[in-house]
């Protein structure tokens, strides 16, 4: 679990996690207002009744605003424009909803004030902050928001404003607490598009202080905020360079028994960020088209890498939620300096990828450890980790079709891990079927659990630098189902090296076959060729 708010504060030795404030420190309010009744117009929206405005009309009953012609914005790219997208929300959220336009232009935006004997000492300004609408339209015709050089991001003193490095961590004292806020946050509103927009966090031009939060510097920074939304839709956004995330998404308090409140990505790129491509902390129905969420934590500030953990490309991770019914589809998640994909806390899971790849150059590609995980047709490059076992198989972590290698990145940098999937524990029920597992310079799979299955899998070992007698894999505990083992090494070997079936089934409805003679089944000097079935 990671800190992710700014507005965590800790006063007179009490500690809430996850409530924001927009009061004085010390003073904690949960952001929830009209979260219950949005989840009940959720929910007759889903019904096909019951909505207040058409979304195809909703255009027409909004007013229409130019941040330029309407509200004086320069577009220059030097000019500060953060009070003409102030000035915009204003106009919006006082009609409850409405259209803004971004002409084409780049609009440097992100203030932040000091007020003497006021802290923290620097106090962030929103730039377009928004809730409770009925409708919202963003069209971005290509503009380019970046956030204005110079501005805090760390931990800094509360009266002096030089940077502060806590003694100690955790540390989430919120007047020391200096950030620039989310670029576009919008919360408890529906029917909410945002299109054509880049969003330049301008992470080298920030000054960064000490840490903040559990770990690294936890802090309001991200490309776009969503918190308690219902039907959003974004698309060709390039949200890049921020200080923590592209984008959050999120809903607290969402239980089991709510409605889904369906957001859509579909051709964004996410990109550069300091902490994760996207958080998503909570929800139902995330679907995400051919969306990039890459090279997290690899932006430099002054000559050094700028990232807080997780760093993964998406992080899965409900707080005070749930997260449900996930859907990628021909999505990236690559060269992160933390996993690709994590799972690993939160009443999450829940999600099934699609025809996407996954590269961990530094990190696992992937971390499984939730229930509902499914991967089909996905290609995976550099060593996944983890899966949920379960009796219940729907909730088991599932692979099929998919190819993992160990293929170089750039430069020819080896991908990250000593297997191509590494997992232990209770699998009961994982499965990998038809799937390619072909070891360039490593071994193949340690996969030490009970109860998984592996059916038509294809394995080729062509690494010959493992030590004669060693593994070349791992497959104990489970069933082995029509696979086969190929190899590959070099000639002038003759080193010899087992796949470790400890306590595993082989079934005979269809034959598994080891080609050998190198590799070999169940000891160096074991079978090779068809593998007589087993109890």
Known sequence: MFIRWAWILISKGNKSMNARSDRAPGVLIRSRGLAP????????????????????????????????????????????????????????????????????????????????GSYPFYQAEPIFRVQGLKFLRIEGNRAKLRLA???????????????????????????????????????????????????????????????????????????????????????????????????????????????????????????????????????????????????????????????????????????????RDGYFEDCEFVNNVGCGMVADSGDGGYTRFVRCLFWGVTNWSAWSAKPGLAFEDCVFRGSIVHAFGSDDPALATRWARCTFEDRPWEEGRQPYGNFLAELNGNLKNVTFEQCVFTAERRRSIWCSGSGFRMVDCVFTHKYAGVPNGDYQAILRGGEIRGCHFREEFPEGVEARWPILVDGSRVAGEKPTVVDGPHVRWGSSRGPVGTIAPSE
């Open 37 to 116: 009744a949005l989840a009940l117009t959720c929910l007759l929206q889903a019904g096909g009744a019951g909505a207040e405005v058409d979304p195809a009309d909703a255009a027409s009953a909004y007013p229409r605003v130019d941040v330029r012609a309407d509200c004086g914005a320069a577009g220059d790219g030097v000019t500060n424009d953060t009070e003409a997208f102030q000035k915009a929300a204003a106009v919006i959220q006082q009609a409850g909803g409405g259209t803004l336009v971004i002409p084409a232009g780049t609009y440097a935006v992100g203030r932040q004030n000091h007020v003497p």
């Open 149 to 323: 050089p110079g501005l805090r991001f760390g931990s800094f003193d509360k009266d002096t404003g030089e940077r502060y490095d806590p003694p100690a961590m955790p540390f989430v004292d919120g007047k020391y607490a200096a950030y620039a806020g989310h670029m576009l946050e919008i919360s408890d509103s529906r029917n909410v598009t945002i299109r054509d927009l880049e969003l330049d966090g301008n992470l080298g031009e920030l000054v960064i202080g000490g840490q903040y939060g559990d770990t690294g510097r936890q802090l309001p920074a991200c490309g776009i905020f969503l918190h308690n939304n219902c039907d959003v839709r974004l698309e060709r956004i390039h949200s890049h360079h921020h200080a923590l995330d592209g984008i959050m998404i999120g809903w607290y308090g969402l239980k089991e028994s709510d409605p889904p409140a369906p957001h859509t990505l579909e051709d964004c790129l996410f990109e550069y960020n300091g902490r994760q491509g996207l958080s998503w902390i909570g929800g139902r129905g995330l679907t995400a088209r051919r969306c990039k969420f890459n090279h997290t934590g690899r932006a430099l500030n002054g000559g050094q890498p700028l990232a807080s953990a997780p760093g993964a490309g998406l992080d899965i991770e409900a707080e005070d939620s749930i997260c």
